[in-house]
């Protein structure tokens, strides 16, 4: 979705449990996130989590939407609530004091209650502000973590991902590495973005790359694309590491 200024690429991060993995992957490719709070709940053991593994992996801006508002009848419950967030994001560094909360009923918006539709457009007015465009490292060697692969037939195998640094475009020689210990090379014979064709990735853009004459089984989530030379595989590295 788009406002007056800036494409969305949107990633739901449930807070069920079972769906924690899911959010990690998602949030690792964030410039910022909305925290949708219950404000009949308040914050849940997975609330944390998400704040927590949401500075693990680098989102350093967050706005809080405290959903659910029209349920509660004491607006003091609501204000307890909001308290509740703000210490709970200022204990993970994040600026609890400072971050923008809006609050409002995603399902009275969907209904077409108007009040509720221009919260929803308001929380949208402070995510264009408060989170800011950020600086894409387009003049680096292309990279990219594979998310996905899939085989659209007739014309071959597709990795999809986000783009991490540099730019790639349809005719571009690339490596294929990491988990085995054999570089893949291919050449780039499509660029889509949200089902629309490219002719140019770059760092930022959510990208499947078709590649010429790889099979649908040499490529895996969790290798990079990159550019010949770029990078290299390693046996060893240092990690600080989080248990769920």
């Known amino acids: 979705?788009?406002?007056?200024?800036?494409?969305?690429?949107?990633?739901?991060?449930?807070?069920?449990?079972?769906?924690?993995?899911?959010?990690?992957?998602?949030?690792?490719?964030?410039?910022?996130?909305?925290l949708v709070v219950a404000a009949t709940d308040g914050p849940m053991p997975q609330t944390r989590e998400h704040i927590l593994l949401?500075?693990?992996?680098?989102?350093?801006?967050?706005?809080?939407?405290?959903?659910?508002?029209d349920l509660v009848d004491d607006p003091e419950l609501i204000d307890l609530v909001e308290m509740e967030v703000r210490d709970l994001l200022t204990e993970y560094d994040y600026p609890g004091d400072d971050i923008p909360v809006v609050r409002g009923s995603a399902l009275k918006a969907l209904q077409g209650d108007k009040e509720a539709q221009e919260q929803i457009l308001k929380?949208?007015?402070?995510?264009?502000?408060y989170i800011p465009t950020p600086e894409r490292q387009t003049d680096k060697p292309f990279l990219m973590p594979v998310e996905d692969v899939?085989?659209?037939t007739g014309r071959g195998t597709v990795a999809s991902g986000r783009i991490d640094r540099g730019t790639v475009k349809v005719g571009d020689e690339v490596e294929i590495v990491g988990l085995v210990d054999k570089v893949l090379k291919?050449?780039?014979?499509?660029l889509e973005m949200f089902h629309k064709t490219l002719d140019l990735g770059e760092a930022g853009d959510n990208v499947g790359v078709l590649l010429r004459g790889i099979d649908r089984d040499q490529v895996?989530?969790?290798?990079?694309?990159?550019?010949?030379?770029?990078?290299?595989?390693?046996?060893?590295?240092k990690a600080q590491v989080y248990v769920l």
């Open 1 to 34: 979705y788009e406002t007056e200024n800036r494409h969305y690429a949107h990633m739901d991060a449930p807070g069920h449990a079972d769906y924690i993995k899911n959010m990690i992957t998602g949030a690792a490719q964030m410039d910022g996130a909305i």
């Open 54 to 69: 949401a500075r693990q992996v680098g989102v350093n801006y967050i706005v809080v939407f405290l959903n659910k508002c």
């Open 123 to 129: 929380l949208m007015d402070i995510v264009d502000e």
């Open 150 to 152: 899939f085989t659209i």
């Open 186 to 190: 291919s050449v780039v014979t499509g």
């Open 220 to 237: 895996v989530r969790g290798q990079v694309l990159a550019a010949p030379g770029s990078i290299q595989t390693h046996n060893e590295f």
